[in-house]
């Protein structure tokens, strides 16, 4: 008896080590997870917005170039973006996990972008483990021709002009020059990114391409249009503060609409709290966070397939990093006073915005562009009339807020930055202008999908 269950055994164990593994399975809530990841270890290290949208761009293309690799719907963006060529071919055969080999070429890629490595590292290692433990075989050959292409990504993104910013001058401030910008309270910090307008695009002709009209010159005329603007800021402004003065007297819970929008799109990573002598940071999202987070709600809400979710990321951060490009080249060379400086300096010198003011020249709008440069191209994805619920700003302690399209959101976020008191109307409507040019260019210019 003791023979015959020993035998039983052994072909038992036979048949279990005959038995095929079964294929990793990778799916959009886990690359949504490895973006999240990402955006959260940027929250922490404090990046600015346009080089957050460089840590976006790069780990999704990565991404698309091998989810495309074998697809009879998309295609490779080589030859379209600038530089971007020579991504090893995968042969059919090869036994790759596609989605597997994306996800990694994405969090390979993020980690050569951001500063705390070791989080990324931890999360990175664990999924690696449980990889390892479901298919050992296939998780190798997969990581194995991920880290190819990650090494190609790599060398095409060292030469975007990045490090080579790293060593340019700080912008230089002439407190003496009226109408040009200078550092505001409470930290004044040297002007951010003011040579982003020299990094590479990926789509644009150039860094100008997309120059919006000139703002309206400098005037402390009451009756110029330069005037009349920075006194819109600040009666809008003063009209929001006596709100809030009201809320506070009857204890209402009701914030005023506008109060609400302006807190809601602030996006400010460089956001500071004082207390007694010291300063520490908030953390908060930057624009692009906020909007990649939207790009993942669309996604859920859609019921979206791996490949699409990969998709659309990607053309939502290229978007992004256009805009950031488009934007800061003509921020620097415009140049152009905040609200704060002159308000305080031709109106009312003890009037503050609502918001803090982000430290880098006023014009255009960075979330006007970013904000409408993204709406056309989630709605390109997802339709006109796509409904949906924002949360980004939960971790932030700020409340839902829903919205009947991408474009309805894009509006509020541009008019945001009128309630909050750091822009002039010029400067978002006019950034909305460029924006929409951009999405609309690349709607057109990429071409994502094959020709049926």
């Known amino acids: 008896m003791k023979s015959k269950i020993y035998l039983l055994g052994l072909i038992v164990l036979f048949f279990i080590s005959c038995k095929k593994q079964e294929s990793i399975k990778v799916t959009t809530d886990d690359y949504c ?15 600015s917005p346009p080089v957050a949208s460089r840590i976006y761009v790069y780990p999704n293309i990565a991404a698309y170039e091998i989810m495309v690799q074998n697809s009879t719907k998309y295609q490779s963006l080589q030859g379209q973006l600038k530089g971007l060529d ?56 997969s990581k194995e021709y991920a880290l190819k292409v990650v090494e190609r990504i790599k060398i095409w993104m060292s030469k975007d002009n990045y490090k080579q910013t790293r060593t340019f001058s700080k912008f230089s401030v002439h407190p003496d020059q009226a109408g040009r910008w200078q550092p505001t309270p409470p930290a004044y910090m040297d002007g951010v990114e003011p040579h982003w307008g020299e990094i590479r695009t990926l789509v644009m002709d150039s860094a100008s391409q997309f120059k919006p009209k000139a703002p309206y010159p400098f005037s402390i005329d009451k009756n110029s249009a330069f005037y009349k603007e920075a006194k819109e800021t600040y009666d809008v402004g003063n009209m929001i503060s006596k709100k809030l003065t009201e809320v506070e007297i009857t204890k209402s819970k009701q914030i005023p609409e506008e109060s609400a929008i302006a807190s809601f799109w602030d996006c400010n990573p460089y956001a500071t709290v004082t207390q007694g002598h010291m300063m520490f940071a908030k953390k908060k999202n930057t624009p692009d966070a906020h909007w990649i987070n939207i790009a993942k709600i669309a996604l859920k809400k859609s019921k979206s397939d791996f490949k699409t979710t990969v998709f659309a990321y990607t053309k939502t951060s290229i978007g992004i990093f256009e805009s950031f490009i488009s934007c800061w080249d003509g921020k620097y060379k415009t140049n152009v006073v905040r609200p704060e400086t002159y308000i305080n300096q031709n109106i009312d010198e003890n009037w503050r915005p609502q918001l803090q003011t ?71 409507e006019n950034g909305v202008v460029q924006g929409t040019n951009l999405g609309t260019y690349i709607n057109s210019k990429i071409k994502f999908f094959k020709s049926k």
Not at 33 to 47: E, L, R
Not at 87 to 110: F, Q, R, T
Not at 367 to 379: A, E, P, Q, R
């Open 33 to 47: 997870a490895a973006v999240d990841t990402v955006t959260g270890i940027m929250v922490h290290d404090i990046f």
């Open 86 to 141: 020579s991504i090893p071919k995968l042969d059919p055969k090869s036994g790759v996990n596609e989605n597997l080999a994306a996800l990694i070429a994405h969090i390979e890629v993020s980690k050569q972008l951001i500063f705390s490595e070791e989080a990324l590292e931890k999360y990175r290692d664990s999924l690696y483990e449980k990889w390892g433990s479901e298919n050992q075989k296939e998780f190798d050959i």
């Open 358 to 428: 982000p430290p880098f020249p006023e014009y255009t709008s960075g979330h006007s562009v970013v904000s409408s440069c993204s709406s056309i191209i989630l709605t390109s994805i997802f339709g006109d009339n796509f409904s949906y619920t924002d949360d980004s700003e939960l971790p932030f302690g700020l409340p839902k807020r829903n919205f009947k399209s991408f474009k309805q959101a894009a509006s509020e976020a541009s008019i945001s930055r009128l309630y909050g008191g750091i822009h002039y109307r010029a400067a978002i």
